[in-house]
């Protein structure tokens, strides 16, 4: 299993904290925002990472990130010249993923969860992660039926068909590059996620799995401060 964290774009909605900086190295309560995705896959038992960034900040991240060795990794990179989506990572991480399965999770994406078991027990098809959220609207909701078997998913709908809102952690098996390769661009001309993993649905391979832990996706001003005060109180919580 490869590893995979997209920390490329442009992070306009975070301007002018993102003027001189990417937005994966703004940092969240005491750890640049990055760690926290990187911790997520370390935990996981993915050591083999791509790092996809911008060309803006290329540099910030190796002189942060290095080589891998110091967190027991080996990292790799690979500039995504202009922001096409997150399916995108698929494409731009071929050599890396090379005929292995990959697992991606987004770099503003900070989440209080294990998913060594989830890995470790993945065989084929795409796997997705989903929290109940009151403000389903803003993410790719996920609906159900009531065997949890997921009927569909719908990128930022008006009306969500439920609360579960995806959040930014996939694994995929190989078959990802090509698909992802075949996507058409959505009305925002990117290679959406979500058409992507309706791909998986219409053959029957997408399950889902719903967590419990704490999830923020760090990319306005206020899920940013949230996320500083929740790892800041968990830090206080492990020194008391």
């Known amino acids: 299993m490869k590893g995979i964290i997209l920390a490329g774009g442009k992070a306009t909605r975070l301007r002018p904290l993102t003027k001189i900086t990417s937005k994966q190295l703004l940092p969240v309560y005491d750890k640049p925002m990055i760690y926290y995705p990187l911790e997520t896959l370390l935990n996981a038992g993915i050591k083999d990472i791509l790092i996809i960034i911008a060309p803006d900040y290329a540099g910030h991240f190796l002189n942060l990130l290095g080589s891998g060795r110091h967190f027991g990794a080996r990292f790799n990179y690979e500039i ?9 990572a698929f494409i731009v991480g071929e050599n890396f993923i090379g005929k292995d399965s990959v697992a991606m999770i987004l770099g503003d994406n900070i989440l209080d969860h294990d998913f060594s078991d989830a890995i470790n027990s993945f065989k084929s098809g795409a796997l997705g992660f989903v929290k109940e959220v009151p403000n389903a609207s803003a993410f790719g909701v996920v609906e159900f039926d009531k065997n949890n078997k997921v009927i569909s998913i719908e990128e930022k709908p008006e009306k969500p068909k439920s609360n579960f809102a995806s959040v930014g952690m996939y694994v995929y098996d190989n078959r990802v590059i090509e698909i992802a390769k075949n996507l058409k661009p959505s009305s925002r001309g990117e ?13 029957g391979e997408l399950k889902v799995g719903i967590i419990e832990g704490m999830w923020e996706d760090a990319g306005s001003f206020d899920s940013l401060l949230r996320a500083s005060q929740i790892m800041q109180a968990k830090a206080k919580e492990m020194t008391d």
Do not use: H, S
């Open 80 to 88: 995504q010249e202009e922001p096409r989506g997150l399916a995108d």
């Open 191 to 203: 290679i959406e996620i979500t058409d992507l993993n309706n791909v998986y649905l219409k053959k």
